[in-house]
């Protein structure tokens, strides 16, 4: 059972990845944070009596959960909206303001439904890929890319040499290339 320092650890070690996790999937700085937030809270609530070393696993999925959740309770406003903006009109025209309006670009709303999936199946497909890298590789690109730590913090961090941090960088990004390539996944 994890105690209260030791969850609220994790959390804070945990935060910046989820956040980034939902603003790639919803990108929305807001709804990412409401996402992450709500996800810690379940987290809290539900899952607060397991072992420490089952949270990171657990939270992942919560946050997974919880983005897709997001998408499906958009997906259900967006039709009462548009039913209730049709059934309004009352100068006979048929037609739904709404319809007319567009999508910011970078919204989510401006993405089809099956890029939305096919975005959320490979972000799925990706963590996989991450997960099967050597610990050293996995943690090296996860610290980069992930954490967005420069070279210096993490050779600091992973107690190494900042040519050893290079090294595992690159066999890890060739890695995972290949390995994404090999399920269809064009870079």
């Not at 650890?9 to 807001?30: H, P, S, W």
């Not at 072992?51 to 939270?59: G, I, K, M, S």
């Not at 997001?70 to 009352?90: C, I, M, P, Y």
Request: charged share 30%; net charge negative.
């Amino acid at each position: 059972m994890a105690t209260r320092a030791e969850l609220s650890e994790f959390l804070a070690g945990a935060e910046r990845r989820a956040y980034k996790q939902a603003l790639f999937a919803v990108r929305d700085q807001d709804n990412a944070l409401d996402i992450v937030q709500d996800a810690m809270s379940r987290l809290c609530e539900s899952y607060s009596d397991r072992p420490v070393n089952e949270l990171p696993l657990l939270f992942t999925r919560i946050v997974q959960n919880a983005v897709l959740d997001f998408f499906r309770r958009q997906k259900v406003r967006s039709t009462w909206v548009t039913l209730f903006s049709a059934l309004s009109s009352h100068d006979g025209d048929e037609t739904d303001p709404l319809e007319s309006l567009e999508a910011q670009p970078d919204s989510a709303a401006a993405e089809s439904a099956q890029d939305q999936v096919e975005r959320i199946q490979v972000i799925g497909i990706i963590e996989q890929e991450i997960s099967r890298l050597p610990a050293r590789q996995r943690e090296a690109f996860l610290l980069r890319y992930w954490e967005d730590l420069d070279v210096a913090e993490t050779a600091a961090t992973m107690k190494c040499s900042e040519g050893s941090v290079k090294t595992h960088c690159s066999r890890a990004t060739q890695a995972l290339a290949k390995a994404l390539r090999s399920r269809g996944i064009q870079l």
